[in-house]
């Protein structure tokens, strides 16, 4: 009878965490049993494991196995324990000393003939196994560039089983990450292509400077599109915290650029307005892959032809929204992810996608109102600033080509404005002043002088503005007023945050 132990990394969500994977050989019959919670992938794992390990020219151990992963409150899922398994079943079968592998944490999948296949989620793994205190990481060559984005531990890589037992017995060379690439991620977008459109730019940049969701409104060609593109060009860069948590959602998903860099640009996300719900939110087999809503985490999520999404679309973006996070359900409990995001929405006033007043659109008011109120409970309610934008005029058009203010020099003022909204608010864990709630904003020390909510106020008391939209205003003049460098929004600045959610003054 033999035992051996190795170590390997476990995901749930995002969150990796160390995995025990030990191996019990005793006379009897020849069986493999794994157990310690494996889903289907795991059953699957000990076809795969027999086979790469005959297949890689190793003796199978004729006992009886009993591979066991630790903790069995964990819950494991995916393919990245292979490698551990095949690892530990050859040490407790006295083929390989397990000496080398002490304190070392062994990722990969095999394939049938004993190749080491990349996983997804390498990144959160090896960050895992480095707070964890594990020094050394072994991934397969596919995941090394990703791992070795991770501060604090060394990452070799493997292409094939063979190469690991080589490795041990003969003393052979495991593989180096390849060096990271110097150059920059290319440039999206650039406001400077924007002509004209002085209030759709000004609508972008205060939802940029505070983290409010925005809304643009309009008829085809207003530009809606071009400006929604071109609003991660003025916000911060993600800090070290974000940047490893987005770098780490798009490594679960699979989707990270080659490079070996953490992503610092805050993504964005433009699903179709066809895409599944799945596709959106997240979900499928083994290790759930994040949806367009994570793979957006800290930064922009835009529905262009908002109102196009189907009702089970905008429905299942609703809680998640509001939540910051995703929860899939799965067979065997949930995952989650996270899914704070700025959301931007583009869509037409009507559906035959015509300008308003246009003589061809024969929409009725009442068509016209039915496809936006679909928009309206679930989202609109949510989205501080909210522009209609009008095609450019002739003058305007003719300015086309002659470069408006660039993102380079908008960013600059968004991120003043945010860094006083972060001095602001981050006693009480608010980053932007999206995060503030109404309450606090009413309450002092924060509460505005009477007369110059005056004109609000009776608004509200006419019933032409809820309360909510009376917090959702006095928010934005407080962005207003950081763009502006000043301590407080006064007057004019809450006459500007009204033009910008109902598109009109107080
Ligand atoms: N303000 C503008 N400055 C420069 N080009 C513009 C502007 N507005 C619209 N355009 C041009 O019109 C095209 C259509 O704009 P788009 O953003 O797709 O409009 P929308 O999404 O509102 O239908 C753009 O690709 C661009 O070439
Ligand atoms: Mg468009
Ligand atoms: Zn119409």
């Not at 704070?340 to 246009?358: E, T």
């Amino acid at each position: 009878m033999s035992y051996a132990k190795v170590l390997s990394v476990g995901l749930v969500g995002v969150t990796g965490h160390l995995v025990e994977v030990e191996a019990d050989l005793s006379p009897g019959l020849p069986a493999l049993v794994l157990s310690g919670l494996p889903d289907t992938a795991l059953h699957e794992a000990r076809d795969r494991v027999r086979a790469a390990i005959t297949n890689s020219g190793q003796r199978w151990p004729g006992q009886r196995i009993t591979v066991n992963l630790l903790p069995a409150t964990l819950r494991k899922t995916g393919s990245a324990f292979d490698l551990a398994i095949a690892t530990v079943l050859l040490g407790g079968a006295g083929e390989l000393a397990l000496a080398a592998f002490d304190g070392v944490a062994l990722l990969g999948e095999l394939g049938l003939d004993g190749t080491v296949r990349p996983v997804r989620g390498a990144l959160p793994m090896v960050a895992a196994a480095a707070r964890a205190g594990i020094t050394r990481v072994v991934v397969p060559f596919g995941n090394a560039e990703e791992a070795a984005v991770v501060p604090g531990i060394e990452v070799k890589a493997v292409d094939t089983l063979h190469r690991l037992v080589a490795y041990v017995r003969d003393g052979e060379e495991l593989l180096d990450p390849p060096a990271p690439r110097a150059e920059a991620p290319p440039d999206g977008p650039d406001l400077a292509d924007v002509a004209g459109q002085a209030l759709g730019r000004r609508a972008i940049e205060v939802a940029a400077a505070g983290g409010h969701h925005i809304a643009l409104l309009g008829p085809p060609g207003a530009g809606k599109t071009m400006l929604a593109e071109r609003l991660p060009s003025i916000l911060p860069e993600l800090d070290d915290e974000a940047a490893l948590e987005v770098t780490a959602l798009h490594s679960i998903a699979g989707v990270l650029p080659p490079g070996g860099r953490l992503l610092r640009r805050p993504p964005f996300q433009a699903p179709h307005h066809t895409a599944t719900v799945q596709s959106l939110v997240g979900g499928g087999s083994g290790l759930a892959r994040p949806g367009a809503l994570s793979l957006a985490h800290r930064g922009v999520l835009f529905l262009d032809e908002a109102a196009e999404f189907t009702g089970r679309s905008l429905d299942a973006l609703r809680q998640p929204l509001e939540m910051g996070r995703v929860l899939l359900r799965r067979a065997n409990g949930g995952t989650e992810y996270p899914a704070r995001v700025q959301l931007v929405l583009a869509a037409n006033p009507c559906p035959c996608a015509k300008p308003a007043g246009d003589a061809f659109c024969e929409c009725s008011p009442q068509v016209r109102r039915r496809y936006l109120g679909r928009l309206s409970g679930p989202l609109l309610d949510r989205i501080d600033v909210q522009v209609t934008l009008t095609p450019l005029g002739a003058a305007e058009l003719m300015a086309v080509g002659t470069p408006g203010e660039p993102s380079a020099v908008v960013a600059d003022r968004v991120a003043k404005a945010r860094a006083a909204a972060v001095a602001r608010w981050s006693a009480r864990g608010w980053r932007a002043n999206a995060e503030a709630p109404g309450p606090a904003l009413r309450e002092q020390p924060w509460r505005l002088p009477a007369s110059d909510t005056l004109a609000l106020r009776q608004r509200l008391d006419h019933g032409s503005l809820s309360a909510r939209g009376f917090d959702r205003i006095v928010r934005m003049a407080w962005t207003i007023a950081d763009l502006d460098g000043r301590h407080r929004p006064d007057k004019e600045d809450i006459a500007e945050a009204t033009q910008l959610r109902t598109g009109v003054s107080p």
